[in-house]
């Protein structure tokens, strides 16, 4: 849930932290905003994926495909 108004970026990374993908998203709304990601072509694999607001990590998942 966003507290203000704020370009948040969605980036893929593999486990090691190479930046594999970025998806921007600009100026989001207060309030909860939801995205989606196509994953279909990622290979068999351990991935993060990091949410970043105003250019700072404010979540990170672990993904295993």
């Not at 930046?19 to 909860?32: D, H, M, R, S």
């Amino acid at each position: 849930t966003l507290q203000q108004a704020a370009n948040v970026k969605v980036v893929l990374t593999d486990k090691k932290l190479a930046q594999l993908a970025e998806v921007k998203y600009p100026n989001l709304p207060v309030g909860i905003n939801k995205k989606s990601l196509n994953l279909a072509n990622l290979t068999s694999g351990e991935y993060i994926i990091l949410i970043k607001v105003n250019g700072t990590v404010i979540q990170r998942y672990a993904l295993i495909r």
